[in-house]
């Protein structure tokens, strides 16, 4: 099944532990995507992947860095997550970049105590 | 930069009735305009997009309108049903081919 997957789906950490949410799609797309999503803001692009080795900053990308080393792959990671970073995160793919349709994963709440 | 504002936050319709949920967009150079769904605790589907040369676009009970002297386009979802309650997002490209999204409307189907 063609799919973008998560993990952890939930998570709660504590002020500056260093945390990592997996991303993972099985479409071959090239185009990989990072949201946070807030009450009364919508969806915000924090980091998003045009192909491996390829990244670049959204709107949103302070206290947050990614990696692409696969096509397949696009951690997000939180060196010293603060409480303004609780939200639901959602990883999202594409083929051909932003102008296609995303495929979006399940979500990832996330909330730093 | 592209600013895509929505209305409304929050939309309640009797079944069976219409729902029409309205974006405006900044960008002049904009030219990619879909809408995604949101069930609840699930990630966002595209339901429908539209690109710039066309003003309209129909899917079943689903359609989508384009004003690019305006700069509005709008979603019209015909003949409700519960399974269309659900949070719906707006988005537009921008002229570095970046997508902004509006915050998004609550949609209620009344029974």
């Known amino acids: 099944e063609a799919q973008v997957t998560q993990n952890p789906r939930y998570l709660i950490t504590v002020t500056g532990k260093k945390l990592t949410v997996t991303c993972s799609q099985n479409?071959?797309?090239?185009?990989m995507s990072w949201y946070r999503q807030d009450p009364g803001l919508g969806l915000r692009q924090i980091y998003y992947s045009m192909n491996v080795e390829v990244t670049d900053k959204g709107d949103v990308p302070e206290g947050y860095k990614v990696s692409r080393k696969e096509k397949r792959n696009f951690p997000l990671i939180l060196e010293s997550p603060s409480p303004n970073q609780t939200s639901l995160y959602f990883c999202?793919?594409?083929?051909?970049?932003?102008?296609?349709?995303?495929?979006f994963g399940p979500g990832t709440r996330l909330t730093v105590l | 930069g592209e600013n895509v504002e929505q209305h409304p936050s929050t939309l309640s319709v009797q079944e069976g009735d219409s729902a029409v949920i309205k974006c405006t967009y900044s960008?002049?150079?904009?030219?990619?305009f879909p809408w995604y769904k949101q069930e609840l605790g699930k990630g966002p589907q595209l339901i429908i997009d539209i690109r710039s040369n066309v003003g309209e676009k129909k899917d079943q009970r689903i359609a989508v309108t384009l004003n690019k002297t305006a700069k509005h386009f709008s979603l019209h979802i015909t003949e409700t049903q519960p399974e269309d309650s659900a949070v719906y997002f707006c988005?537009?490209?921008?002229?570095?081919?970046?997508?902004?999204f509006g915050k998004g409307t609550r949609l209620h189907i009344l029974p």
């Open positions: 999202a793919s594409s083929l051909g970049g932003s102008l296609n349709e995303q495929f």
């Open positions: 988005a537009g490209s921008n002229r570095d081919d970046k997508i902004i």
């Open positions: 960008d002049s150079a904009s030219n990619y």
């Open positions: 479409m071959n797309h090239e185009y």
